[in-house]
């Protein structure tokens, strides 16, 4: 099988610049597979308005254009997360939300024409019962005919039939796209064998996931980045746009192509992580690996990236860094 050996990622003609902000690590639901670090703040919020304010500001100036994607613990829980999206979208950026959407659908409608989509995550250890679950379903499907809607299926081995199911049936007349999400053993990610991070599963149920594909829905909206190539060792390259280049991400994930230890990868500079505790990084990778550049209370201190990173990592695990451009050397 041929391998690749390049990924450039594109939005409108520019590098993709991707941001991932987590504001907040509070989340309610507390799912079995998600660990604590991710949930366990009992603070909706760490800092005062005027440090997210400075800090926002601070990436507008910094990176002039770009997607910013606030994610948590449970973004919706974060106080400030209406004034930030007005910032990013008065500086033109184009903005995404991660949700498991379990707020009343009315908390959204403040961002009608303002984000570019928002990504709802299905998880069904929490939404556990038939009347919880249709009313999601029915929140996600209302919500579509106002907001380009993406949704995760979060591939739970606890409730497996269950949720290969909702893969396979669900509506996507208002969606953007249905994904399926592979969960990943966080504590193994980094490894010496990035075989062990999807530890949650059978070898029957990993075969599976492998064949998943996403399923592209009825609804047209922005999409990022919008032009991806990528270049393999037979010398070939495949460029795909739109929705495909995403997906071309995930598939290099969910197909384990995703090592590219050695490589030079432009995270740091065309991204940004932004830790719910307020600690900075070039990307997800290093957040996890405890490698900061700085806090967002002593801006004055940042360590900010100027040159591309030589990957040390076995496994890049969040399609957020794949999809940053990188490429063999
Ligand atoms: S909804 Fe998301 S952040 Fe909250 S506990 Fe579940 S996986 Fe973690
Ligand atoms: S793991 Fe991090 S450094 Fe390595 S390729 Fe992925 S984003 Fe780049």
New binding site residues.
């Given amino acids: 099988m041929k391998k690749v050996t390049g990924i450039s990622s594109k939005y409108l003609g520019k590098p993709l610049i991707w941001i991932g902000w987590q504001v907040n ?1 509070h ?5 079995h ?3 604590e670090f ?2 366990g703040d009992k603070n909706p919020a760490n800092f005062t308005w005027e440090v997210y304010e400075r800090m926002a500001d601070k990436l507008i100036d910094k990176y002039k254009y770009g997607h910013m994607e606030f ?4 973004p919706l829980t974060f106080p400030y997360l209406d004034q930030l999206i007005s910032k990013f979208y008065d500086a033109g950026w184009t903005i995404g939300i ?3 959407l ?1 707020k009343r659908k009315e908390a959204y409608k403040h961002w009608i024409g303002k984000v570019d989509y928002v990504c709802a ?1 299905y ?1 069904a ?2 939404i556990n019962t038939d009347k919880k679950r249709d009313a999601w379903f029915e929140k996600l499907d209302n919500m579509g005919t106002y907001i380009p809607m993406i949704c995760r299926i ?1 591939l739970d081995p606890k409730h497996w039939d269950h949720v290969l199911n909702v893969f396979h049936t669900l509506r996507t007349d208002n969606l953007l796209l249905l994904e399926p999400v592979r969960l990943l053993a966080f504590h193994n990610v980094f490894s010496n064998d990035k075989d062990l991070a999807d530890t949650h599963y059978t070898l029957e149920q990993n075969k599976i996931i492998d064949t998943l594909e996403a399923r592209i829905g009825h609804v047209t909206g922005t999409i990022l980045p919008s032009e991806i190539k990528l270049t393999y060792d037979d010398g070939t390259t495949e460029t795909n746009e739109g929705l495909e280049a995403f997906n071309s991400i995930s598939v290099l994930s969910r197909s384990r192509q995703n090592n590219f230890k050695g490589w030079s990868c432009d995270i740091g500079i065309n991204s940004l992580w932004v830790g719910g505790d307020g600690q900075i990084s070039k990307g997800g990778c290093h957040s996890f690996d405890q490698k900061f550049i700085g806090d967002i209370d002593k801006l004055n201190e940042v360590q900010w990236p100027t040159e591309s990173t030589i990957c040390p990592y076995d496994l890049c695990y969040c399609d957020l860094d794949v999809v940053i451009s990188k490429r063999k050397i």
């Fill in positions: 690590k989340c309610p639901f507390q799912c597979y998600c660990e991710t949930w994610t948590g613990g449970e991660l949700t498991n379990g995550s998880h250890n929490v979060i």
